[in-house]
């Protein structure tokens, strides 16, 4: 199992979820806050309901990990946690509350874990006595590396329009051997009012950094707009984007999906990708379905 990194880091520090709009900013004594995506896709995407445990509840921080892990109630907000995620045992020790997480978590990566992470870190270090979060899958750490613990203060979701939250990226470029789309990961510094959707595919314009990917998108080629509705991001690019497109198919499958896995992979909002130019759908071309939303591929990355 592979070690889960922290992905976000804080340039300032986050008191309590202020300067987000939460349904209930301070809960009800004797009630908590969950923490839960909010639907609109933005970097600073974490919204909250309030929850009261059952009177008498003698584990706490399992009953809020239990609720939080149900989703939410609330209409606009979204769970982080892939389906079928369970805790599969919890220690507080030392004011260290270690979650062991079932395998399912480990299918996150990139923002998603990200945010995850953060759901979970934010809802739980409101109880007493817990000040921090060790998170394993199935209670595997590498010991290669050092213990990871995730506190409130790491953590800057939104900021003003001043201030710089960076977030670790995945983006999918074509390798340079042609075989494939090889991953790039890069910070992506966003101010709060940035949309997470226009960074990612602003960094996949400007082409990779490693020597072994290649530059994906036509020369010219301007982005003209991103929108989510229902699980699907509408990526409007420019004319040149169109006029552009390889006649080889695999050349041209490679250049769409880097797009398409890109933006699945870092947003869970995310479910499926359409092309557009000028606003409107592409024709099918080479063998590639262009004028439809497109699943994300991940047989493209593998070696």
């Given at each position: 199992?592979?070690?889960l990194?922290?992905l ?5 520090l986050?008191c ?7 349904p ?9 806050l969950l923490y839960y995506?909010?639907?609109?896709g933005s970097p ?7 929850w009261?445990?059952v ?9 809020a990990?239990?609720?939080l892990l149900?989703g ?9 946690f ?6 599969r045992?919890?220690t507080l020790?030392?004011?260290v ?7 399912q978590y ?5 923002i998603?874990?990200?945010?995850a992470n953060a759901?979970?870190t934010?809802?739980?270090c409101?109880l007493?006595g817990v000040?921090a ?5 199935e209670?595997?750490?590498n010991?290669?590396l ?7 203060d ?5 900021g ?9 990226a ?8 042609g075989?494939?789309l090889g ?5 992506l510094?966003?101010?709060?009012e940035a ?9 996949l ?9 290649s530059?994906?998108l036509?020369q ?7 929108t989510v509705?229902?699980g699907v991001?509408?990526v ?9 497109l390889?006649?080889?198919e ?8 880097s797009?398409?896995n890109t ?6 909002s995310i ?13 099918a071309?080479?063998?590639v379905e262009?004028?439809?939303?497109l699943?994300?591929?991940?047989a493209?990355?593998?070696?």
């Amino acid at each position: 199992m592979r070690r889960l990194l922290p992905l976000l880091t804080a340039l300032s520090l986050l008191c309590a979820c202020t300067g987000t709009d939460t349904p209930s900013a301070t809960p009800a004594e004797g009630s908590y806050l969950l923490y839960y995506l909010a639907q609109d896709g933005s970097p600073s995407a974490l919204d909250s309901e309030s929850w009261t445990p059952v009177a008498g509840e003698e584990d706490l921080p399992r009953a809020a990990v239990e609720a939080l892990l149900d989703g939410p109630d609330t209409e606009g907000l979204t769970t982080p946690f892939p389906a079928g995620t369970e805790l599969r045992s919890l220690t507080l020790e030392d004011g260290v509350l270690s979650l062991h997480l079932s395998e399912q978590y480990d299918g996150l990566s990139g923002i998603s874990l990200t945010l995850a992470n953060a759901c979970f870190t934010l809802t739980l270090c409101q109880l007493e006595g817990v000040d921090a979060l060790s998170i394993t899958v199935e209670g595997i750490e590498n010991e290669s590396l050092p213990r990871t613990l995730y506190t409130p203060d790491q953590l800057l979701l939104q900021g003003s329009e001043e201030e710089l939250v960076e977030m670790t990226a995945a983006l999918r470029f074509p390798r340079s051997t042609g075989e494939g789309l090889g991953v790039e990961y890069r910070p992506l510094h966003l101010t709060g009012e940035a949309s997470l959707s226009r960074a990612l595919l602003e960094a996949l314009l400007e082409g990779p950094t490693y020597e072994s990917l290649s530059p994906v998108l036509p020369q010219g080629t301007e982005l003209r707009g991103v929108t989510v509705e229902d699980g699907v991001c509408y990526v409007d690019f420019s004319q040149a984007f169109r006029d552009g497109l390889p006649e080889d198919e695999q050349a041209l499958r490679l250049l769409v999906y880097s797009v398409v896995n890109t933006m699945a992979g870092n947003m869970d909002s995310i479910r499926a990708v359409q092309l557009l130019a000028e606003g409107q759908p592409l024709p099918a071309r080479g063998g590639v379905e262009l004028d439809g939303p497109l699943d994300p591929d991940p047989a493209l990355e593998k070696s």
